[in-house]
């Protein structure tokens, strides 16, 4: 076999052994029982340890040497590249420092849960500050040449930098800010969703709207789960979830949007790739906005209910007859600063981004530890969004990330909302009769040029080089700034 061969089967090797691991996760998501938790946890460690030890094997640095002097295609090369850094990074971080920080996250995990379910920091403290130290230290094996979090960001946003993210978010927050103020002033008051809405057909019309966004029920499917997600196991088996409210279709549709958007970007990723490193989102921050696009700027638009809105009434009869177009349009847009993360508008949003960053970003460069955090937390919730939470489950514990010691991930779910802000500005340009083919019910326009330009490139190109050349320009906050300063001025009348 040459070597080419040779780093072809190491590469499929280890893309099937995460397939694997992907589809025990969703099994214990969505299907397992309860008692199967304890077995589960010990096959997927058992897993990840045979990833892992194929991923150091020094038979691979061998391997990657002798290819670096081939004469190689592009994709090859992009592969080899690939490879080679995510060889290089695990063989950074001693085994002992990774399997403490797997140990740790596993009994941090459980005591956050415990925390959270008794808004009680100081069950959570100690283990956070564990985490934290592992965290530090890991950064530093890694040491990628930026700053620590910089180095970690990588995990999530490969080649992200620290002073780009600064630059953009500096210029978000005083925005998301004003735009808050000035719509707190405003006298318009949107009008309530609640009814009734059952779960069956809240399901039928979920899928409807996929159907239409182009998601292939051949290659994907929809179940339930306590928390939406969605895992690509290949190209043509990707899997959704979400969880159905009576009293509030919004929320599982608009999950379903999302994760609907997630699931198209893993369908579109180039199937003659698979098994290789190309044949990946390139980062979770451009996987975001393709979710947050479909979910808000489409998803959210009055263009798309001018189709949906009348099949929306006939699906749940009587439920919103009391309210017209603009009364719908409005109450699925509602701005107002809450407590919780993942119930945040699309304006607010960003603003509980902006504070976890700049709080994860102290403590990993050592200037705030664990037990200061619930001050930090209240204290920044009052200075940005003027609330302040009245217990720590509704604070500084709501949000699961850290307990696991995912630290530089909160950055691109924002990330997510200027990339796509900023894609779908493009998109428009090049697809004159986008919002006439929305407003018809028809997306598979916008379903195409999102294939064709972000999700078959896979991981060939980094987040920020795919988005400089799509749009011709580096990231930029402007795009999603000016759609919400547009969208907002109408529907609250500033
Ligand atoms: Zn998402």
């Not at 304006?347 to 102290?362: P, Q």
């Not at 509704?394 to 307990?403: E, F, I, P």
Request: glycine fraction near 6%; proline fraction near 4%.
């Amino acid at each position: 076999m040459d070597k080419l061969d040779q780093f072809k089967l190491w590469s499929q090797e280890l893309t099937h052994l995460r397939g694997i691991s992907s589809i025990l996760a969703w099994d214990q998501e969505v299907i397992m029982p309860p008692l199967g938790a304890e077995f589960r946890a010990q096959q997927r460690a058992t897993l990840a340890g045979i990833s892992h030890s194929k991923l150091v094997d020094p038979a691979l640095s061998e391997l990657l040497d002798e290819l670096e002097n081939e004469d190689l295609q592009e994709l090859e090369q992009v592969n080899l590249r690939e490879l080679r850094r995510q060889h290089e990074k695990a063989l950074r971080v001693p085994e002992t420092l990774v399997r403490e920080l797997a140990e740790v996250s596993a009994i941090a995990y459980e005591h956050w849960v415990r925390a959270r379910r008794d808004s009680d920091f100081s069950v959570f403290e100690p283990w956070l500050s564990r985490i934290i130290e592992l965290k530090r230290e890991e950064a530093r094996c890694i040491a990628l040449g930026g700053s620590s979090y910089e180095t970690l960001m990588d995990e999530f946003e490969p080649s992200a930098k620290e002073s780009q993210l600064e630059a953009v978010f500096s210029k978000v927050r005083p925005r998301l800010i004003e735009l808050l103020q000035r719509i707190d002033g405003s006298p318009v008051r949107p009008k309530s969703l609640e009814g009734v809405y059952p779960v069956k057909e809240q399901d039928a019309f979920g899928r409807k709207i996929l159907t239409s966004m182009g998601f292939d029920w051949n290659a994907g499917r929809l179940d339930t789960s306590p928390h939406p997600f969605c895992v690509g196991l290949t190209p043509n088996d990707v899997r959704i979830t979400t969880r159905h409210t009576e009293n509030d279709f919004s929320r599982a549709l608009f999950g379903m949007i999302h994760e609907g958007g997630h699931g198209l970007y893993e369908q579109g990723l180039d199937e003659a790739n698979y098994g290789f490193p190309v044949c990946d989102s390139t980062s979770l921050g451009m996987h975001e906005s393709q979710s947050r696009l479909w979910e808000n700027q489409i998803g959210r638009s009055r263009s798309f209910w001018e189709h949906w809105y009348p099949q929306l009434r006939k699906a749940f009869p009587g439920q919103l007859d009391h309210l017209s177009l603009d009364d719908f349009v409005l109450a699925i847009n509602q701005v107002s600063p809450s407590l919780i993360r993942v119930e945040a508008d699309e304006v607010t949003y960003g603003l509980h981004i902006i504070m976890r960053y700049e709080i994860e970003k102290k403590l990993i460069s050592d200037e705030i530890n664990a037990p200061d955090l619930p001050d930090v937390w209240d204290s920044k919730m009052e200075e940005y969004l003027g609330i302040r939470p009245s217990n720590a489950a509704d604070g500084v514990l709501q949000d699961t990330h850290w307990s696991q010691g995912l630290i530089g991930y909160f950055p691109t779910y924002l990330l997510g909302n200027l990339y796509g802000a900023q894609l779908l500005n493009t998109a428009s340009k090049e697809i004159p009769d986008l919002d006439s083919q929305t407003r018809s019910g028809n997306m598979s326009g916008l379903k195409e040029w999102l294939r064709v330009n972000v999700h078959t490139v896979g991981r060939a190109l980094s987040a920020s080089d795919l988005i400089s050349k799509i749009t011709g320009e580096d990231l930029s906050a402007n795009y999603f700034l000016d759609y919400l300063d547009e969208k907002y001025s109408e529907l609250y009348r500033l």
